[in-house]
């Protein structure tokens, strides 16, 4: 089992910062891959960023966000991050670290939610104009 805890979030100004932080317990990560998605009222769980270590860190980024956010982790504390720059308006949303039970070769498969079988409990990020 693993528990994942995310913390940072909060209320800033457009084009302002914020930078999630993913603590896991239970199990260390430092296997597979993270990822972070966001959900915001009415809309479905999408995806934000991944990060893998099998070979070296691999990164993905939805289009929405590439450029603004970035995706980092630190095994030795057992911690993942998102910083996320440049925020905007449509950024607000329930943000969640999840990781994954499985390993796949393809890096690319870790941007799907349904390979995810721990998540955390959300951290609210708001962003006012």
């Known amino acids: 089992q693993v528990q994942l805890v995310e913390s940072g979030g909060g209320l800033v100004q457009a084009g302002g910062s914020l930078r999630l932080s993913c603590a896991a317990s239970g199990r260390t990560f430092s296997s597979y891959a993270l990822g972070w998605f966001c959900q915001a009222p009415g809309k479905e769980r999408e995806f934000v960023a991944t990060?893998?270590?099998?070979?070296?860190?691999?990164?993905h980024y939805a289009d929405s966000v590439k450029g603004r956010f970035t995706v980092s982790r630190d095994n030795a504390k057992n911690t993942a991050y998102l910083q996320m720059n440049s925020l905007r308006p449509e950024d607000p949303a329930v943000y969640y670290c999840a990781a994954p039970a499985a390993w796949y070769n393809n890096s690319l498969l870790y941007t799907n939610k349904q390979r995810y079988n721990y998540w955390g409990q959300g951290t609210q990020v708001n962003v006012s104009s």
């Open positions: 990060i893998t270590w099998m070979s070296g860190d691999t990164t």
